[in-house]
């Protein structure tokens, strides 16, 4: 008996102690990931891209509603597709189980290379832009300070992911808080300023007057523009097996954020327009802080520290969140295997983390980044439409598969309308800029049939390979993480069933 006892305690003492991702996620911190990533800049950048492709105040209303309503069609395939398939990696991770390798490895390649450091670089120069506002205030910060004032924002929330996931997740509970408040606080003093009469620019005689001729390609544009600042709404599905029972949280945790995102981000815009013209908010490059000096006055201070702590959260959950991507692409094989080993004792992926937080800098040291918003939502919209398209697929050649959420089939259909249109106007409208964005994602081909397909290499080159690997096993500390087998039981099962 005592030895049955034994046994039975050894089995559960080394599963507590087996060394993988630490499931800490619950609820609320699901919730403040997707909150925390889709809040960062993108609301106090996009707004002006918004209102100059649309041409008035009206239209442009009714592109962040509509952009937050395509954001909540795609989050429910998404979370059909989470519970499907519970595996950590996102779009990467279910395209490449549905499409196969090529497929996976090209969103891969192009996440890594372009899309995730020029966005965490992008939060990165506003965060610190908007730090250092209040001592240059009749002139720009200058170039060298927001570049290292950014930089050590990357290197120090990058040391906090290494530490810790609980640290991490805390930051981003906090500052989710934080964010929300400090939008809390330009809404209620918009509605303020519209009970006392202020609120011409929203009157529809005036909000549809537009300053150009709207245009199918312009409106895209638009919509390109708002799903900068919608982007990451599918942020939760890259940290799966962290999450506590991801069947029921992931589902969940979508649904509460991305209603309340999309009336923050409607009702922020609302509260610009009763203050300032749509020719003032175009001329501004910092709209909360003109929407702070017209109406605070001497507290005025308040907004750029708020934007600041908003895109202070957002950095850090992109480094969580984009970081996993690493992680999951080096298990499956398409990028060195060190990129998948977690610290032996924290249970973070530090090879993964510094290998985002390096490419990062290297953008930030590359030039201006607002310039590319256009290019990289392109991207976005073009591995949200890729997935979605995966999940019809995989409805028609594996009808069994267990799904415990499974979403009407006019959801999916809807948001791959909206998409085709969306993505071949933008081409049109837009040649160069999405034509780049291509050819970077199709320059990942090669390398995928090189580095990862081509299987009988010369020798020396495994060696170098090992040799890098065990170096930086015992700089970092890190060793391969053990899978949970029950969290993939399901989808193994139907795959034998199928």
Known sequence: MEDKEKKKKDKNSSKDDRVTLKKEIGLLSA?????????????????????????????SLIVWVC???????GSMCYAELGVTI???????????????????????????????????????????????????????????????LATICILFLTWVNCSSVRWATRIQDVFTVGKLLALALIIVVGLVQICRGHYDALRPSVAFEFSQDPSVGQIALAFLQASFAYSGWNFLNYVTEEVVEPRKNLPRAIYISIPLVTLVYTMTNIAYFSSMTPEELLASNAVAVTFGEKLLGMFSWVMPISVALSTFGGINGYLFTSSRLCFSGAREGHLPYLLAMIHLKNCTPIPALLVCCIATIVILCIGEMHNLI????????????VTIAGL?????KRPNLARPIKVNMLIPITYMIFWAVLLCFS????????????????????????????????KWIYRVVERVTYMGQ??????FPQEDPSETEPLTASKAND
């Open 427 to 458: 081409l049109y409208s837009e040649p160069v800029v999405c034509g780049l964005g291509m050819v970077i994602m199709l320059t990942g081909v090669p390398v995928y049939f090189v580095g990862v397909q081509w299987k009988d290499k010369p």
């Open 67 to 73: 952009g937050g309503g395509i954001c909540a069609l």
């Open 474 to 479: 015992k700089v970092c500390y890190v060793v």
């Open 86 to 148: 519970p595996k950590s990696g996102g779009d990467y991770s279910y395209v490449t189980e549905i499409f196969g390798g090529l497929v996976g490895f090209l969103l891969l390649w192009s996440a890594v290379l372009i899309m995730y450091p020029t966005t965490l670089a992008v939060i990165a120069l506003t965060f610190s832009n908007y730090v250092l506002q209040p001592a240059f205030q009749n002139c720009l910060p200058p170039y060298i300070a927001t570049r290292l």
């Open 392 to 396: 019809l697929y995989l409805r028609k």
């Open 31 to 59: 919730c403040a990931i997707i909150i925390g990533n889709i809040i960062g800049s993108g609301i106090f950048i996009s707004p002006k891209g918004v209102l100059e492709h649309a041409g008035s105040v009206g239209l």
């Open 374 to 385: 256009n290019y990289v939502s392109f991207i976005n919209y073009l591995s949200y439409g």
